[in-house]
């Protein structure tokens, strides 16, 4: 109960002090100019040892139950779920890495349940990303159906399809077959079809991991990461032998152990992975439509997080990182074979460091983001000339011209391209040097600076190279995150305030959800799904049009 007790206490002084634009004190009986006191972390056994080392490396302090307070951390990041309790326990400074509820969208049958139920409810043409799906044993009869009805289509030709374990993960359980003889099944499984005209990279078959993070449901707000991971099965292609799991399956846990893994192959080099950006710029060379497969991925990436979110329960203070398994085909079109709850952060290559250390960064910067940013609302913005700024009324609103692009070119914004020259970029550049000792991390800075970096925009926004300029409805996407140092802070708090613009981009996550007025107004007060989809249908039959008109001009 003291403890309780001081943070309220505690609050109260660092609200006070912000105010006044005074740095924080770590307790009310130290004296002013007093050093940071570091967020604290907690973990389990399960915790990635990326994200403990990232922490570390930002000046976090890990959580140590035999000399601090049971109430005394600020994140709680493991792999497994939360137990309601906990959620309903979290105090104001806390924060969770998992959200109540989303576990079943990463169950490959809940997830085919669930998109089934979307495609009658919305129609077929928006759910047709993901492949014939059964789950079994209930849907045994109707599989055999379609598996005859096909087999008769195709005549002597020959079908695939792929059963997976519904529970299991790394590729554990899989079996590609052709005839019904050999599908065999002792548990829940799904049988899906098999995509036999995958998209090949020297002959190789690969996939996509996307990140995604929602940070939160009520009011929907969803983030993609514009960087992610190609992964590569290591031996070549081929329909003839189908228990070749090297050729046909690309989980890392797999390829990493077979005898191709580290030879030179075709294009894709040594070892089983790439950068999502190097997948990019390797489709434009061959002259593919890169900017069509990034919306079209976006667009999948929010029709499938609806099926879900109206049945979350609403909690604060906390944000869900999924990891989206997408297959492209030889169209040039994804398919979602599934979605991962607690991505895979281990560090097997040089590629899995450069992807996953940066994403974890770039997590911590978004979730505190919109804490300072909230704070930043209820102390006054207002008062120093600087509104909150509303959405436009058409489809460049919020996000459209972020998310629109393809990932290379996202991926421009934290290369260096901001034009530095400007004051107050010249200030959050500063404020973001990537050679800050692990003393001053973001979320330790000095709260006056923040504060007289963001009280003066500049009168014209960044630009960067190879983009069209943003919207005026757009806040300038340079990360301004910097929140004070301990549990009592302010911006650590959720407020959940529903009429808030969600910040458009933080580090390499850019917000894809909501991306105009129409879908901001329909996820705020209550979920209107079948409004949300009606917007998304106009914008993607508008997108579709400008491809065909593009096609038609080359």
């Known amino acids: 109960m003291d403890g309780v007790i001081a943070n309220l206490l505690n609050m109260s002084l660092r609200e006070g002090n912000v105010q006044k634009g005074k740095p924080d004190l770590v307790a009310e009986d130290q004296p002013s100019g007093a050093t940071w006191k570091p967020l604290v972390f907690r973990v389990d056994e399960t915790t990635p040892d990326v994200v403990q080392s990232v922490l570390l490396e930002r000046g976090w302090d890990k959580f140590d139950n035999r000399e601090q307070d049971v109430e005394d951390w600020n994140l709680y990041w493991r792999t ?10 979290m105090k104001p400074w806390q924060r969770l890495n998992h959200h109540p509820g989303t576990s079943k969208l990463t169950r490959k049958d809940c997830l085919g349940k669930l998109l089934k139920h979307m495609k009658r409810t919305h129609g077929s043409p928006l759910y047709e990303f993901i492949p014939s799906t059964f789950v079994m044993p209930n849907d045994y009869c109707k599989f055999v159906a379609e598996y005859f009805k096909e ?5 002597a030709k020959p079908g695939f399809w792929i059963c997976k ?12 077959f052709s005839d019904i003889k050999d599908l065999t099944f002792d548990d829940t499984y799904i049988v899906q079809k098999y995509i036999c005209n995958p998209l090949l990279v020297g002959r190789y078959k690969c996939d996509l991991r996307i990140y995604v993070c929602v940070t939160s449901f009520k009011p929907l707000t969803i ?3 514009q960087e992610g991971l190609v992964r590569f099965a290591t031996e070549k292609f081929d329909l003839s032998n189908l228990r070749n799991s090297y050729a046909h399956l690309i989980n890392s846990s797999i390829n990493k152990s077979g005898a191709s893994y580290r030879k030179i192959k075709e294009v894709v080099g040594c070892g089983c992975k790439w950068t999502l950006r190097r997948l990019f710029f390797y489709l434009r060379s061959q002259d593919m439509d890169d900017l ?15 099926a879900i979110a109206p049945s979350v329960p609403f909690a604060t203070n906390c944000f869900e990182l999924f990891g989206f398994d997408i297959l492209i085909d030889d169209n040039l079109k994804p398919w979602l074979l599934e979605v991962n709850y607690s991505p895979a952060l281990s560090l097997d290559c040089s590629t899995d460091v450069s992807v996953k250390r940066k994403l974890i960064h770039d997590t911590i910067e978004l979730i505190y983001l919109r804490g300072l940013r909230n704070e930043r609302k209820e102390h006054g913005d207002h008062a120093h000339g600087n509104p909150s700024v509303p959405l436009a009324d058409s489809d460049k609103g919020l996000g459209d011209t972020c998310s629109r692009l393809p990932c290379g ?5 934290t290369s260096g391209t901001l034009n530095k020259d400007k004051p107050a970029i010249k200030k959050a550049v500063k404020i973001h040097a990537e050679n800050k000792p692990a003393a001053q991390p973001r979320e330790m800075m000095n709260r006056k600076d923040v504060l007289l970096s963001t009280r003066e925009p500049p009168k014209t926004k960044p630009q960067f190279k190879g983009r069209p300029t ?11 995150l910097q929140s004070p140092a301990h549990k009592t802070s302010a911006s650590l708090r959720d ?3 529903s009429s808030q613009v969600p910040h458009p981009q933080a580090g390499n996550f850019v917000l894809i959800f909501p991306f105009n007025e129409a879908t901001f107004g329909a996820s705020r007060n209550g979920l209107n799904v079948k409004r949300i989809i009606q917007v998304l249908q106009k914008r993607m039959n508008k997108q579709h049009s400008q491809v065909a008109e593009k096609k038609t001009q080359r």
């Open 409 to 413: 070119s996202l991926l421009q914004f």
């Open 80 to 89: 497994s779920s939360f137990r309601r309790a906990e959620h309903v326990n």
């Open 151 to 155: 087999k008769q289509a195709l005549g």
């Open 470 to 480: 943003a919207p005026t409805t757009f806040t300038p996407c340079v990360s301004l």
């Open 495 to 497: 407020t959940s305030d």
């Open 292 to 306: 069509c497969l990034w919306q079209q991925i976006q667009h999948m990436v929010i029709l499938t997080v609806l």
């Open 165 to 176: 374990p519904a529970e299991l993960s790394r590729g554990r359980g899989i079996v590609i």
């Open 223 to 225: 983030y993609i990461y």
